[in-house]
């Protein structure tokens, strides 16, 4: 396990610093970790791979680097940046590790099909968060930070047309909402709860269905515009 020197965080922002460990070493885990770096907390990277997980951690300017089971241990907070097919089994293998902490699964379970990117799991209650939940049952789950690119999370107080982004998530405690909520507040982000982890898969194949409009050259918000643009218009009743 090995630690870096850090700035104090910035207590006139108002911000709690979190402790907070990262499995994995990819894209995501970089541009996440730096975001929560920038917003005054404390990251570890876990990864395999020593030499990846300094890597990632040099990347992110995160406090330190060491193994999945030290970054699992690390923090209140867990995020899991490894790929979906491999999330829960990683898990259930740190599970003592993890007990106890909100596991924050940004994972997004895909692969490509003949007209696009196809969700890998059955959809309707089932998701890669919820087989989260059964593999680390003395922790708390939540299903978040997996829509926008990984890109996005680069940006400082990432914001469009001069309105601040915001995340989505589902939770399946209280606490896990709290906490959820306070980090993506913390990054000068919107935090949009959208219910219990069974809905998890909802926000799973919206990521999925991004992507493969992305990928075909277009706008996924091209695709949302709000009822309240049309002259006149009244949102349907729930």
Not at 40 to 48: A, C, F, K, L, T
Not at 51 to 70: I, V
Not at 106 to 126: E, N, Q, S, Y
């Amino acid at each position: 396990m090995t630690f870096h020197n850090t700035n104090d965080p910035d207590e006139a922002n108002g911000v709690r610093t979190m402790r907070i460990g990262i499995l994995g070493t990819g894209a995501m885990a970089r541009a996440l970790g730096g975001a929560w770096v920038r917003a005054g907390h404390e990251v570890m990277v876990g990864g395999r791979d020593s030499a990846a997980a300094a890597r990632a951690a040099d990347a992110a300017g995160a406090a330190g680097h060491g193994s999945l089971a030290d970054a699992a241990r690390y923090g209140e907070a867990v995020l899991v940046a490894v790929p979906a097919d491999i999330a829960p089994s990683l898990a259930a293998e740190l599970a003592p590790a993890l007990s106890g902490r909100t596991v924050l699964d940004c994972t997004v379970p895909m692969a490509p099909g003949a007209d696009g990117p196809a969700l890998t799991t059955a959809g309707g209650t089932d998701s890669i968060a919820v087989r989260l939940a059964a593999a680390v049952p003395e922790a708390h789950v939540a299903k978040v930070f997996g829509i926008p690119h990984e890109s996005i999370w680069t940006l400082p107080r990432p914001a469009f047309e001069a309105v601040p982004l915001t995340v989505p998530f589902c939770a399946d405690a209280p606490s896990a909402t709290a906490l959820t909520t306070e980090l993506i507040t913390s990054m000068g982000c919107t935090p949009l709860p959208c219910g219990g982890l069974h809905r998890a898969a909802l926000l799973e194949a919206a990521a999925v269905f991004a992507i493969g409009v992305w990928w075909s050259g277009a706008e996924a918000r091209h695709a949302f515009p709000a009822p309240a643009l049309a002259p006149g218009a009244v949102d349907d009743e729930p």
